[in-house]
């Protein structure tokens, strides 16, 4: 049996419907509603309409025009804020040199790694809080009390204790990824309905095959909204870390960018963290239809 199957059928089962199927008693359907539910399956999984696409790209569209017409009118001082075509001319120079890259690829490592060691470490951490007593009784106190520090406030001890060589950054990376997938990893397990439970218990699941077949897919959503924040706060961390000694990287770019009054060179770095922020949203939601087919079809659990 598989997990999805068990879910599904435990759902089933703790709901009215299902329930009375359960039994053997089918209920009544209404006349069209077999339609109804095709009608709605087809339209959830329809691509966004052009109009959608229009929608969402309208403000960052709107955004360009006004800084292309306050650069062209010079309403906009270019020694403030440079010009849309200086920055696309320093974004050229830093590809052509090979200056982006090497900094660029030394970030995703960094972040790679960070992220990797405290995404898992709080997605460990909370499924144990979270399904055990004991569990939650000697790690939430003292994590709830963690991670109220900002790692802000502990970049400076870590560069006393480390150095300013690759392990600082990554403890300040993977201290931030932590604290998000623990909390709504936690939450998500503690939270499971207890109907959906019960009714996996009917199908006969104990314990790790309760845990994998029911209580671990019932908590999928409530982790993919911790795996989104982590990694949003993981390139937060990403900059403050980059920022504090570091030889290369995208932050120590803008560090030096802002030294020599390089501000078409710090606004490449700038938009290179916010595209990179709506590439990790977007492999979130991909994920999300993925382990999450009914939120696609327009359904609930």
């Known amino acids: 049996m598989t997990t ?3 879910t599904s059928r435990a759902r089933a089962e703790a709901s009215p419907v299902g329930a009375a199927t359960a039994v053997g008693t089918v209920p009544a359907t209404a006349p069209g509603a077999a339609g109804a539910r095709t009608g709605a399956t087809s339209s959830g999984r329809k691509r966004r309409s052009p109009r ?7 403000v960052p569209a709107a955004i360009l025009a006004l800084w292309f017409l ?3 009118q010079g309403w906009i001082d270019e020694k403030q804020f440079p010009a849309p075509w200086q920055v696309a001319d320093a974004f050229v120079e830093l590809v052509s040199t090979g200056v982006l890259w090497e900094n660029l690829s030394v970030s995703l490592g960094r972040v790679a790694v960070g992220f990797a060691i405290g995404g898992l470490l709080g997605l460990t951490l909370g499924v144990v809080a979270g399904l055990f007593r004991l569990g939650d009784q000697l790690l939430d106190p003292t994590l709830q009390m963690l991670r109220t520090i900002p790692f802000l406030a502990i970049a400076p001890l870590l560069i006393l204790w480390f150095g300013i060589d690759e392990r600082p950054k990554i403890i300040i990376i993977a201290a931030a990824a932590l604290f998000p997938l623990y909390l709504n990893a936690h939450s998500g397990v503690r939270n499971v309905d207890r109907k959906i439970l019960e009714a996996g218990k009917v199908f006969g ?3 790790l095959g309760l845990v994998r077949h029911v209580i671990l897919p019932e908590a999928i959503p409530s982790v993919l909204v911790g795996l989104r924040v982590s990694l949003s706060v993981s390139l937060l961390a990403l900059i403050v870390a980059e ?3 570091a030889p290369r990287g995208i932050g120590f770019l803008m560090v030096s960018a802002q ?3 390089q501000m078409d060179v710090l606004v490449v770095c700038v938009l290179i963290y916010a595209v990179w922020g709506l590439s990790v949203d977007l492999v979130v939601r991909l994920l999300e239809r993925v382990l999450l087919p009914y939120k696609r079809l327009g359904r609930k659990p």
């Open 52 to 58: 959608d696409v229009l929608l969402r790209a309208s």
């Open 243 to 245: 920022m504090s000694n």
């Open 70 to 72: 306050g650069s062209a």
């Open 4 to 6: 999805g199957t068990t």
């Open 205 to 207: 699941l104990r314990g």
């Open 259 to 261: 030294q020599y009054f």
